[in-house]
């Protein structure tokens, strides 16, 4: 088993600075080299963010590409918006990066299909993240 994960990072609004900020960046196993957002004030706020938990700077752009072409990354986290969330999802994949993919993966029953089917051409997993499917009012309904 490895020592430290290492991951790739897209998406730095507030859901994604916030798992950042109270998750990721506090496990001593998690090693964020790479992050990713179209917009640099994001960015700025990030690396602040970095220094403040004592971590090392990671590398920035605003072109995920980069973030899922980034050598010896382990997995990605898509934390972007919605539009084009399948695409970076299915060229994770195809990559070999474990992939986390914020709620919702898709807009498109068509697009599901297309992560199922690189999911079976690849056999790397894909996980849709989501904090809240047993309270109180989810296990209700």
Do not use: H
């Not at 897209?10 to 196993?29: H, I, K, P, S, T």
């Not at 700025?44 to 590398?59: A, D, I």
């Amino acid at each position: 088993m490895k020592e430290k994960i290492k991951i790739g990072y897209v998406g730095l609004g507030r859901r994604g600075y916030n798992m950042l900020e109270e998750c990721f960046l506090q496990m001593n196993d998690v090693e964020i080299p790479i992050v990713c957002d179209v917009d640099e004030k994001r960015i700025e706020m990030t690396k602040e963010l970095f220094k403040k938990m004592g971590r090392p700077e990671p590398k920035t752009t605003t072109d995920y590409n980069e973030v899922i072409n980034e050598p010896g990354l382990d997995a990605a986290l898509l934390m972007s918006a919605w539009e084009g969330r399948t695409e970076m999802a299915k060229k994770a994949m195809q990559k070999g990066l474990y992939t986390g993919i914020e709620v919702g993966c898709t807009k498109t029953l068509d697009e599901c299909f297309e992560l199922i089917d690189t999911y079976e051409k690849t056999g790397t997993s894909l996980m849709m993240l989501e904090n809240c499917c047993y309270g109180r009012r989810e296990m209700m309904v």
